[in-house]
């Protein structure tokens, strides 16, 4: 079956604008995890949806960084007022809930702020 | 806090050749350990796991044992192929409700293996 996709795959963009990420997740997995992976870093967790509970947002920089999950399905995550430092690769991820471990990744969104 | 420290790449070896990536992690209580990898323009993959001390996990020709003693999981291949280039992630899954919090990942080392 179809794995994590996401998309764009590539995004560059000034400084200042705002950017949308999207991530479609492995049909029936509840869990969707976003990550975002800088250069020579490990992943770095950011906001972890869980079916229609509150999302856990612990793990966002800053409030320019926002996602939504719609029903149940897709998520998008939005940078408002990129930043250089918002360049990475950004990673989305799924699991069965009770699963916890294993994560499926998509291929990622890189994302350079000039 | 939790972490996950592996050696520094990027790691060259010849085809054939024997991998060990090392993995040492600092954590409370007993977390599940894994081995992910990332091959070129591709999502990460789980490769291995182990979810208890002295548990071997093993797939496609590589191994990693959980050393609670010494708190490690070092990733071995006793023969490397070309193919097998790529990034390798160590990381920690925590026991908790906190599902979104429960994974530590390592920065990664970069594999390249020459024909």
């Known amino acids: 079956g179809a794995g994590v996709s996401q998309s764009p795959s590539n995004k560059v963009t000034e400084k200042g604008k705002d950017v949308e990420l999207r991530c479609d997740p492995i049909?029936?997995?509840?869990?969707l995890y976003w990550y975002r992976q800088s250069l020579g870093q490990g992943l770095e967790f950011l906001i972890y949806f869980q079916g229609n509970s509150a999302p856990d947002k612990s793990g966002l920089p800053s409030d320019r960084f926002s996602a939504e999950r719609t029903g149940g399905s897709v998520s998008t995550l939005t940078i408002q007022r990129t930043q250089q430092e918002d360049s990475a690769v950004y990673l989305c991820?799924?699991?069965?809930?009770?699963?916890?471990?294993?994560?499926?990744f998509g291929p990622g969104t890189r994302l350079t702020v000039t | 806090g939790d972490s996950v420290t592996q050696m520094e790449g990027p790691v060259t070896l010849s085809e054939e050749a024997f991998l060990t990536i090392n993995c040492t992690y600092t954590a409370t209580g007993y977390p599940s350990l894994f081995w992910y990898v990332q091959y070129p323009g591709e999502g990460l993959q789980l490769l291995l796991k182990a979810t208890k001390a002295d548990d071997k996990g093993s797939n496609k020709g590589f191994e990693a044992t959980y050393r609670k003693e010494t708190t490690s999981f070092h990733l071995e291949k006793g023969s490397v192929q070309v193919s097998d280039s790529a990034v390798y992630f160590c990381?920690?899954?925590?026991?908790?409700?906190?599902?979104?919090?429960?994974?530590?990942f390592g920065p990664g080392t970069r594999l390249s293996v020459l024909p």
């Open positions: 991820a799924s699991s069965l809930v009770v699963v916890a471990y294993e994560q499926y």
């Open positions: 990381a920690l899954s925590r026991s908790g409700d906190n599902y979104g919090q429960n994974f530590v």
């Open positions: 049909s029936g997995h509840t869990a």
